[in-house]
């Protein structure tokens, strides 16, 4: 079972940038994803890093803006932020999967280890 604490939420407004990171217990035998949740809507994909590639995928959304990267040794994954808009305004989930592949990596379904979550709200 890997434990994943995230980190790096926080109340900003639009335009600028955060750095959410994931630290989890175990990270490299793990594809990795952000998701979020806002108020009254469901989870969404945001972004994911597959298990064995550098094979990475973004949101409609937050592609251009966001970027999400690895790093092993340290057991942590990092979304960078940037350009933030009142619509990013949601808790932010870090969720890991030992699967291999991508075709399910947008899938909220398919990850069996999730975070407690960080919040992040942008004004406008």
């Known amino acids: 079972q890997v434990r994943l604490v995230e980190s790096g939420g926080g109340f900003v407004q639009a335009g600028d940038s955060l750095r959410l990171t994931c630290v989890a217990s175990?990270?490299?035998?793990?594809?990795v994803a952000w998701f979020r949740q806002a108020p009254g809507k469901e989870r969404e994909f945001v972004s994911a890093?597959?298990?064995?590639?550098?094979?990475?995928m973004y949101a409609d959304s937050v592609k251009g803006r966001f970027t999400i990267s690895r790093d092993n040794g340290k057991n942590t994954v990092y979304l960078q932020m940037n350009s933030l808009e009142p619509a990013d305004t949601a808790l932010y989930y870090c969720?890991?999967?030992?699967?291999?592949?991508?075709?399910?990596?947008?899938?909220?379904?398919?990850?069996?280890?999730w975070g407690q979550g960080t919040q992040v709200t942008v004004s406008s």
């Open positions: 969720a890991a999967e030992r699967s291999y592949g991508t075709r399910w990596l947008r899938d909220p379904g398919e990850y069996a280890h």
């Open positions: 175990e990270l490299g035998n793990y594809a």
């Open positions: 890093a597959a298990r064995s590639s550098a094979t990475t």
